[in-house]
């Protein structure tokens, strides 16, 4: 079936840079993603979110781009910390009616002081 | 106070036995869905209940039996079990089965030995 995917299953940055997180999905009628953040024993935790009429979002020191005509998202996070190190997925949805989200698989983000 | 609780947080069990896990939330929702993460990280819907009713069941072994007293609980039951059930298992809810809003539990780690 259609997945979601992402390219880089780990990264490691250093405190203080900007951290680029990539994911690739196929579902083209997919027109809803959400990022989630999850630390070590807990559950993922809504980061933030874009629905396909968007092509970029931001909150507090994190971004989201989304380029519908490659079916790519990405998220951004500026001025990377310590407590950002987690594993970080791109889930899609499709708005109509009930769905569920289809989560890709996560990248691990390691920063280091 | 916790929006998405689990319990247990920790099950370790031998082959062959029955258990059951327990959600319950307290943000109104009237969705709720268990989620299964394997030892890669890869989230996988398994169930989907709106206001006790099952909506979707993603090709889950009938040992598997969800169980929904009222919207606010949503328990799973696994009878026979067996080493490839390890995983982490998360309970989520939504309002109206919309992506937007979800939340998740903090998982019940569950150990087949």
């Known amino acids: 079936g259609e997945s979601v995917g992402l390219h880089l299953p780990t990264l490691s940055v250093q405190e203080g840079d900007n951290s680029i997180i990539n994911c690739a999905y196929s579902?083209?009628?997919?027109?809803?993603f959400i990022w989630y953040k999850q630390e070590s024993g807990k559950g993922p935790q809504f980061i933030i979110d874009?629905?396909?009429?968007?092509d970029k979002r931001q909150g507090q020191r994190v971004t989201v781009l989304l380029n519908k005509t490659v079916k790519h998202l990405s998220l951004q996070i500026a001025a990377t910390q310590p407590g950002d190190s987690a594993v970080y997925f791109c889930?899609?949805?499709?708005?109509?009616?009930?769905?569920?989200?289809?989560f890709g698989k996560g990248t691990m983000l390691l920063v280091s002081p | 106070d916790t929006a998405v609780s689990q319990t247990p947080k920790y099950l370790v069990t031998q082959m062959g036995n029955d258990k059951s896990i327990k959600c319950e939330q307290n943000?109104?929702?009237?969705?709720m869905y268990w989620y299964k993460q394997d030892s890669k990280k890869f989230l996988k819907i398994m169930f989907s209940?709106?206001?006790?009713?099952?909506?979707i069941n993603e090709t889950v072994p009938n040992r598997f039996s969800p169980k929904s007293p009222d919207k606010a609980h949503l328990n799973l039951h696994i009878n026979s079990l067996e080493l490839g059930d390890s995983a982490v298992y998360f309970c989520?809810?939504?309002?109206?089965?919309?992506?937007?809003?979800?939340?998740f539990g903090s998982g019940t780690r569950l150990t087949v030995v």
């Open positions: 989520a809810s939504s309002q109206g089965g919309w992506a937007y809003g979800y939340t």
């Open positions: 579902n083209s009628a997919s027109d809803y």
């Open positions: 874009i629905r396909s009429n968007m």
């Open positions: 889930a899609e949805n499709q708005s109509s009616g009930y769905s569920t989200l289809t």
């Open positions: 943000l109104g929702h009237d969705t």
């Open positions: 209940y709106n206001n006790k009713e099952l909506i």
